[in-house]
C-alpha cells in the first residue's frame, strides 16, 4: 500500500510497527483484512513510502498495489482501474496571515495571486483550472508548501476541505484562516 510520510489526515509516517496513520493506511488495512477473510489466508500487509506526484506510476509500475485517497479524474481513470468515488470533499483555500480573504474563485484568480500546491494532486488542477490567472507553484511535499506561504513566497493554497483543516492546525500561526469560495 501507498504510504503517505507527510500529508494528515491522509497519511503520516510514524515511529511505531505500524508505520503510517491516517485514513489511507486505515483504508489499506481495512482492504487487506477483507481480501484475507474473502481468500481464507492471511495477507500481510507492507506499507512503501509514496507520495502525490508519483502514487500513479507506483501503482502503474507494480511498486504499489493499494493507492487510497486518489480523487477519481478522467486522466486517473485512463491510468488506473479506479472504483468510483467513495466521498467527495468540498474545495477550500488556506491564506497566509494579512492576506485579503475573498468570498468567490474569481476574485482569486488574480496574476498578482501565488498559489501554492502539492504536485500531482487533484487539489493543483483545481487551482489551475478555477484560477488560470493565478502564478501557480508547485511542490513535491506538503511542508515546502507550508515553507513557501510561511516565506511569503505563496499567498494561498487550494486544499480538500478536511486537509485544510489539518493544515492550519499543523500551521498554526503561519495561516490567516481558510475559505470555502463558492
Known amino acids: ?8 489526515p491522509a497519511g503520516w509516517k510514524v515511529s511505531t510497527p505500524a508505520e503510517y ?9 481495512a482492504i487487506v483484512e477483507d481480501l484475507s477473510k474473502a481468500m481464507g489466508k ?9 507520495n502525490w506526484a508519483t502514487v500513479v506510476l507506483d501503482t502503474q509500475s507494480g ?12 486522466e ?5 482501474d479506479m472504483p468510483g468515488h467513495a466521498y467527495s470533499l468540498a474545495d477550500a483555500i488556506i491564506y497566509r496571515k494579512g492576506y485579503p480573504v475573498y468570498k ?20 493543483e488542477k483545481t ?21 513557501a506561504i510561511q516565506s511569503g513566497r505563496a499567498d494561498i493554497s487550494v486544499s480538500a476541505y478536511v486537509a485544510a483543516l489539518s493544515a492550519l492546525k499543523e ?3 503561519i495561516f490567516g484562516g481558510m475559505v470555502v469560495p463558492t
Open 63 to 74: 511498486r504499489i498495489d493499494l493507492a487510497g485517497g486518489l480523487s477519481v479524474t478522467e
Open 76 to 80: 486517473r481513470k485512463k491510468a488506473l
Open 171 to 173: 500551521g498554526g500561526a
Open 127 to 147: 487551482s489551475q483550472e478555477l484560477l488560470p490567472k493565478a502564478q501557480q507553484l508547485s511542490f513535491k511535499q506538503r511542508p515546502e508548501l507550508i515553507l
Open 1 to 8: 500500500c501507498g504510504g503517505l510520510p507527510d500529508h494528515a
Open 104 to 123: 468567490t474563485w474569481a476574485e482569486y484568480n488574480k496574476p498578482e495571486v501565488r498559489s501554492a500546491n502539492t504536485t500531482g494532486t487533484s487539489t
Open 42 to 50: 492471511k495477507i500481510t500487509l507492507k506499507f512503501e513510502q509514496t
Open 21 to 29: 496513520e491516517g485514513y489511507i493506511a486505515n483504508f489499506c488495512r
